[in-house]
């Protein structure tokens, strides 16, 4: 089975830039979740999403991030524009909308470096 | 409160026994996790314990639930080079939204 694949792995902006990251979950899989992890620190959720709606953004700095997932399969992070303490990983993460037991599969992060 | 608590760093020699802590404050919490991550990578899932379990053995892994101190804890029995990583602890605050602590390094030495 496939994992959560995320692209690009690696992302150098200077302030004030823009990027977007994309993610596409576990086939199948009808949450996706945004999550934003800073050096030395966990993942913080930014977004979650069930199907194509969203569940809840209330982490989401909403004047400068967005997401979407309009397909409700593969989703889009964007920043813009970018500040220095954006700089992070962003992991997405997938898991069954049925799973009572909340076992999220991550991808491997987009690391975001803003100088 | 979402707040979840872990301390930072842990070195163990092979074949010890490790036990990394954490500590909850979201009482009506169902779910814990520890999820481990590896340098380069995402998180994956270790374990998890039901908020009506004390105990629960997975293996090499041993997680303890106190609910009245709010304290979740993990043992790694005969640690191996492998299990070098980084542990999150997590609780489930409802439709799988999960909150992560700061984590927990581990570094198995030879």
């Known amino acids: 089975e496939a994992g959560v694949a995320q692209s690009p792995r690696y992302k150098i902006i200077e302030k004030r830039q823009s990027v977007a990251f994309w993610c596409n979950p576990i086939s199948g899989h009808a949450t996706l979740y945004w999550y934003q992890q800073i050096l030395g620190q966990g993942p913080k959720l930014l977004i979650q999403?069930?199907?194509?709606?969203?569940?809840?953004d209330s982490q989401l700095p909403k004047d400068r991030f967005s997401a979407e997932r309009l397909k409700g399969v593969d989703s889009t992070l964007k920043i813009q524009p970018a500040k220095l303490e954006d700089s992070a990983v962003y992991l997405c993460?997938?898991?069954?909308?049925?799973?009572?037991?909340?076992?999220?599969?991550f991808g491997e992060g987009s690391r975001l470096t803003v100088l | 409160g979402e707040d979840v608590e872990q301390s930072l760093f842990l070195s163990v020699r092979e074949g010890d026994s490790s036990v990394i802590n954490c500590t909850y404050t979201?009482?009506?919490?169902?779910?814990l996790y520890w999820y481990k991550q590896e340098p380069g990578a995402g998180l994956q899932l270790l374990t998890y314990?039901?908020?009506?379990?004390d105990m629960k053995q997975d293996q090499r892994l041993t997680v303890l639930l106190n609910k009245k101190d709010k304290h979740l804890s993990l043992r790694i029995a005969d640690t191996q080079t492998g299990d070098s990583a980084i542990y999150f602890c997590a609780e489930n605050n409802g439709n799988n939204r999960l909150a992560f602590g700061k984590g927990n390094q581990v570094v198995v030495i030879p």
């Open positions: 993460a997938s898991s069954q909308s049925s799973g009572r037991t909340g076992e999220l599969f």
């Open positions: 999403f069930q199907n194509n709606g969203v569940v809840d």
């Open positions: 314990i039901f908020s009506n379990m």
């Open positions: 979201d009482s009506s919490s169902t779910y």
